[in-house]
Each structure stands twice: as C-alpha cells, then as structure tokens.
C-alpha cells in the first residue's frame, strides 16, 4: 500500500505556516526591537521586509509562497521517489 501526501495540502500548509512566522518575526521585531538580525538578514532576499505593517505585509507574502512553492516539491518529490 502507497501513501501519497497531497501536493496542494503540503502546499498550503507550509505556506501558512512560513507566513505566520513572518508575522510573528515581524510583529515581535517592531514592537520589542528583538530579532533585527534576522529581520535585516530577511530583508536583503525579500526586498521589503521591515517591521512596518507594509513590510509586515510584504513579508507575509513572501514567506506564503516560498513555503508553498517548498511544501509543494516537498510532497511531488516524496511522492515521486516513494
């Protein structure tokens, strides 16, 4: 018996996931000050990233689709070479 992960569950899960924590770095970065490396660090390959609500909201963004973009050859390949 094959188990199969679904692609566009793994997908979206991971992208969630990715995107929560970017608004959690975000959020705990502009109130507290705390993680400005990370953040910084973030910023230089998602151009935008900051702990404003836009930059915030950039980085939300961005963490959904690389999280689902990795989610989903996560899964095509465990499906692929199970």
Not at 18 to 39: A, K, N, P, S, Y
Request: charged fraction near 10%; charge should be neutral; proline fraction near 1%.
């Amino acid at each position: 018996m094959t188990i199969k992960i679904s692609v566009k569950g793994l997908g979206l899960s991971l992208g969630i996931v990715c995107g929560i924590c970017m608004l959690v770095i975000g959020i705990l970065g502009g109130i507290f000050g705390i993680w400005t490396d990370i953040i910084e660090f973030t910023a230089t390959f998602y151009v935008g990233f900051d702990t404003t609500p836009v930059g915030i909201f950039l980085g939300v963004i961005y963490g959904f689709v690389d999280g689902f973009i990795g989610g989903i050859i996560i899964a095509w390949l465990y499906n692929r070479l199970r």
